[in-house]
């Protein structure tokens, strides 16, 4: 009986020590996911906002695409939710992150953790 005892009182030890490594390995996983704040705006007014989970590394046009239904070609966005451009009357849909305007297509552009992407619908004057 002693004997069962000291191997029961073994095998709760060595799972305590274990135990930690297997938290350790569970949060390591979770930085496998990022979260993105979006903003849609037209003109300056707000339309829609979301905060999106995607993975490490993920482009903007694919969290805009978990939030809204995109039409897009080449990276570059079109339409969102319907609300289309107009060329004609050269109404575009822009994008920032975190405030500053970025040299590369939606779907060039890798997102970080915390990052807050705006995309504006609004008449370019350029």
């Known amino acids: ?31 496998k996911n990022i979260k993105v704040t979006y903003v849609l705006k037209k003109n300056k007014k707000q339309i829609a906002k979301k905060t999106i989970t995607l993975k490490k590394n993920a482009t903007v046009t694919q969290g805009l695409k978990k939030g809204w239904k995109v039409t897009d070609k080449g990276g570059f966005i079109s339409a969102i939710d319907g609300k289309k451009q107009n060329n004609k009357k050269k109404i575009y849909w822009t994008f920032t992150v975190n405030g500053k305007q970025v ?13 807050k992407v705006v995309f504006t619908l609004a008449k370019y004057n350029g």
């Open 1 to 31: 009986m002693k004997k069962f005892t000291v191997f029961l009182m073994s095998l709760l030890m060595l799972l305590g020590v274990f135990g930690p490594a297997t938290t350790t390995v569970a949060q390591a996983s979770s930085t």
């Open 103 to 115: 040299n590369v297509s939606a779907d060039k552009k890798k997102l970080k953790n915390k990052d």
